[in-house]
């Protein structure tokens, strides 16, 4: 299965919303872990409940402009970018992203211990 992002419309708001949340919730995760010497929880199984701060840091990863340290543009120019590109054809799969992956479980537990093991704290089993 391949996916198709480039022809997927709001792609890549949904791919930038999903990314500041997964930051949010892991490195909430990961400060539990530390500050409070546990074991490192699932960081690709949490899910944040709605708050005003997360919608604020996502419209701010939207709107924000490009800087320097940028290896591409940021989205607000993305968006402005291709918004006059007209498009004939429209296809894209359908799915999950884990969908991609053959053992999800497997990867899972292999990025949890080298994150915990880099913070120095257990990883669930």
């Known amino acids: 299965m391949r996916m198709k992002i480039h022809d997927c419309p709001g792609c890549s708001i949904g791919h930038r919303r999903r990314q500041v949340e997964f930051t949010v919730a892991a490195n909430s995760a990961i400060a539990e872990a530390v500050n409070g010497q546990r074991s490192l929880q699932n960081l690709y199984g949490r899910r944040l409940a709605a708050s005003v701060e997360v919608e604020q840091d996502i419209a701010r990863a939207l709107t924000r402009s490009t800087s320097e340290d940028d290896s591409h543009p940021a989205p607000i120019e993305r968006f402005r970018l291709v918004s006059g590109v007209v ?11 884990w969908d991609l992956f053959e053992n999800r479980e497997a990867l899972t537990a292999e990025m949890m211990s080298l994150v915990a093991a880099r913070l120095n704290v257990p990883a669930v089993a």
């Open 87 to 97: 498009a004939t054809h429209q296809s894209f799969e359908r799915g999950a992203v």
